[in-house]
């Protein structure tokens, strides 16, 4: 199976007999697989962070094998090399040191570059996520949101430049593909109507909002 030439050591069963997993999703309703991509989830030295170690080849992999499933797809830049959430943004290695000036270049030409890599290999994406639970902003320090005394926050300015230069490169490589602007803490309702107020203010470009939502943390 398509399931057997990627996962040749995992196994999975259902009821005692051994199963695809994909086709369980598959049959159950589920037409979508996300897939998240890092810059590179390797130390210097060349061992692997773990987590899937999700690099462009192994995303790639994984973008074929699920399309060969018949799902849709859309990819999550992470836009660092390892996970990226409301706690943690690392500016990718090999992006450290630049200015914001060269950071919105840089972000431009990874996703485009990335996107055409893509392509080239067969892969189509229905949408792109620029950037992962950015709630408190992206590649800290330089697009983190900053806490006032008054509650409000600051640097959206820098954040929606970096945003905007990501949508840019989607929209430049396929019109038709969708932008998805990813947070969290959906249940912080003042915190979204501020990052949206700012967003609609600075004109910024995209068609989808999508949330991470854990009730563990965020209730119900």
Partial sequence: THFDEVNDKAKYYKDGKEVDPYLIFKNNGITYSRLRLWVDPFSKDGKPYGAGTNDLKTTIKLAKLMQNYGFHLYLDFHYSDFWADPSKQFIPKSWVGLSLEELIKKIYEYTYETLTIFKKEGIHFDAIQTGNEITNGMLWPI????????????????????????????????????????????HQKNKWIEYFTYLESHHLDYDYVGTSYYSYWHGT
Avoid: M, Q, T, W
């Fill in 143 to 186: 697009g983190k949101l900053k806490d006032n005394p008054d509650g409000s926050r600051s640097n959206y300015k820098s954040l929606f430049s970096l945003l905007r230069s990501a949508g840019k490169a989607v929209r430049d490589f396929d019109k038709n593909i969708k932008i998805i602007i990813h947070l969290e803490s959906a």
